[in-house]
C-alpha cells in the first residue's frame, strides 16, 4: 500500500423520511439557501414540493436555479455564482443526480474565487475556500454526494473536466430510497454501469497489497450484480433502490482508493467522448470498459483473471491469459447488455468522424491510467475497437 490519510467529513443521512434532518442541518450553515436542481424530475416526483415546504417552514430565504444539465455546463455554473453574490447566499442545496451535485461544487468554488471558474475545474488555480454544499440525492450513479469531486463540460470548447477538493464535499446528504424510485430504466441502468465503473477504476490500481480494498471492491460488485436484475425487471422494488444508493456511494467515497494508485483512465476518456457528444456517462462508460480491459489485458492480465474468478465465477483451470481475459470482458458486457446498456459508439451513432478529437481531449496528461498507462495512440485504439 501507499502512505495514506483517510478523511470522509460527509454526513450520511440514510433512510425512509431523512428529508426531516434538513431541519437541524441547514441551520448550522445559515439561512440562505441556494436550491438547485435539473430540469424538473423533481416536480414530477413530488419532491420538490417536500423540500420547498420543508424551507418555508423553516422560514429559510430560498433563491431557485433549474434547469442544471445533465452534464452540468460551465454556463450554469456561472448563473449560480452570480446568484450566490447578488443575494449573499450561505449554502448551496443541491436536490437531484450527480450533475446537480457537481454543479453545486463548481458554484461553490467559483463563488470564491475572483476568475473564471474554469481556471479551477481545469486545475490551474487551487480551491482555496468554497460555500458549503448539502444534498438530496435522486439518483444512485456517481458517488458525488459523499466525495470531493465533480465533472463540469465546457460546451463551446468542446470539453469535459473534473476537479476535487476536501472543500467541495457535501456537508451533508440526505439519502431516500423513496426519491429514487422513480428513475426511468435507463437512467438506472447507466446508475448501476457508473457504480461498476467506479469500482474497476479503483480496483485496477497499480500499488501492491490491497488485498482489503480489492475485496471490498469485489463486495460491491458481486451486490451490484445481485441487486441490478432484480431491480430492472421492477424499478418499484424498494430493497433494490436502497441496495443500490448505499452501493453507489460506497463505490466513491474513497473507500475503495485508501492506499492505492488508482486507474481513471477510461473515466477520461468517457468524459472526452461525452464533451463532443453529449452522451450519458454511464452509457459511455459500458461501451468503453470493455474495450479498456480488452487493451491492457494484453499488457497486464493479473487482476483481470482474479475478477474473472472471484466477481464472475470464471474457472481459471488450464487456460491462457488470453482466453482468460476474454472469458471476464465477455462476461461483463453480457451482464451489462443484459441489463440494457449499450456496447457500442454506433450505438449513439458515434462514427470515426472525430475519433482523433476525443482521444486529445482524453488526454489529460502525457500518459493517463496508472494500472497500464496509455499515450494518445492507444486511447485512439480503444476508442477505434469501440466504434
Ligand atoms: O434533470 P432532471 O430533471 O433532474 O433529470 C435527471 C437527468 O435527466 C434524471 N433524474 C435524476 N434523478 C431522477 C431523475 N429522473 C427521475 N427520477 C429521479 N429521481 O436523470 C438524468 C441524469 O441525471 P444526472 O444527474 O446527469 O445523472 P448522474 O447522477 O449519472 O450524473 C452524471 C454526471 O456526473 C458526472 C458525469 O460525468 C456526469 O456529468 N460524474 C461525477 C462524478 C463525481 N462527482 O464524483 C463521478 C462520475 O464518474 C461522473 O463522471
Ligand atoms: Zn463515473
Known amino acids: 500500500m501507499e502512505r495514506f490519510q ?92 450527480g450533475s446537480v451535485i457537481d454543479c453545486a461544487k463548481g458554484i461553490a468554488a467559483g463563488a470564491k474565487y475572483d476568475g473564471n471558474p474554469w481556471d479551477i475545474v481545469t486545475r490551474q488555480v487551487p480551491v482555496t475556500d468554497a460555500l458549503p454544499i448539502g444534498t438530496v440525492l435522486t439518483l444512485a450513479a456517481t458517488g458525488s454526494e459523499m466525495n470531493g469531486g465533480a465533472v ?8 469535459k473536466r473534473s476537479f476535487g477538493s476536501p472543500l467541495t464535499y457535501p456537508k451533508f446528504s440526505v439519502l431516500d430510497p423513496t426519491y429514487t424510485l422513480s428513475v426511468p430504466a435507463n437512467q438506472t441502468v447507466y446508475g448501476i454501469v457508473d457504480i461498476m465503473s ?57 473507500t475503495l482508493s485508501m492506499g492505492v494508485k488508482t486507474d481513471w483512465a477510461t473515466h477520461m476518456i468517457e468524459h472526452a467522448v461525452s464533451a463532443v457528444y453529449d452522451i450519458p456517462h454511464g452509457g459511455g462508460l459500458a461501451i468503453l470498459f470493455p474495450e479498456w480491459l480488452r487493451y491492457v489485458g494484453k499488457t497486464r492480465p493479473e487482476r483481470i483473471i482474479q475478477l474473472g474468478e472471484r466477481v464472475f465465477g470464471i474457472d481459471v483451470n488450464g487456460k491462457s491469459d488470453e482466453v482468460l481475459v476474454e472469458e471476464t470482458v465477455q462476461a461483463l458486457q453480457e451482464f451489462w447488455t443484459s441489463i440494457g446498456a449499450p456496447s457500442r459508439l454506433s450505438d449513439y451513432e458515434i462514427d470515426a468522424t472525430h475519433l482523433e478529437l476525443m482521444a486529445e481531449r482524453a488526454m489529460v496528461a502525457e500518459q493517463i491510467g496508472q494500472y497500464v498507462p496509455l499515450r494518445q495512440q492507444d486511447v485512439s485504439a480503444i476508442l477505434k475497437n469501440a466504434l
Do not use: C
Open 6 to 97: 483517510y478523511h470522509n467529513p460527509t454526513k450520511l443521512l440514510f433512510g425512509k423520511g431523512q428529508l426531516e434532518s434538513l431541519r437541524t442541518e441547514i441551520p448550522r450553515y445559515g439561512d440562505r439557501v441556494l436550491l438547485l436542481y435539473g430540469g424538473g424530475s423533481i416536480k414530477a416526483n413530488g419532491l420538490y414540493e417536500e423540500v420547498t415546504a420543508l424551507l418555508a417552514d423553516m422560514q429559510v430565504t430560498v433563491v431557485e436555479l433549474s434547469g442544471v444539465e445533465p452534464n452540468p455546463r460551465l454556463t450554469t455554473v456561472q448563473t449560480g455564482i452570480d446568484l450566490v453574490h447578488e443575494h449573499q447566499i450561505d449554502l448551496i442545496l443541491a436536490v437531484g443526480g
Open 198 to 254: 467506479h469500482v474497476f477504476e479503483q480496483y485496477f490500481h497499480a500499488s501492491e497489497n490491497a488485498l482489503l480494498q480489492e475485496r471490498f471492491g469485489e463486495s460491491i460488485l458481486r451486490t451490484m450484480m445481485e441487486t441490478a436484475p432484480r431491480l430492472v425487471q421492477n424499478l418499484n422494488d424498494f430493497d433494490a433502490r436502497e441496495t443500490m444508493l448505499l452501493n453507489g456511494t460506497f463505490a466513491l467515497n474513497g
Open 152 to 159: 463540469i463540460t465546457n460546451w463551446e470548447a468542446q470539453d
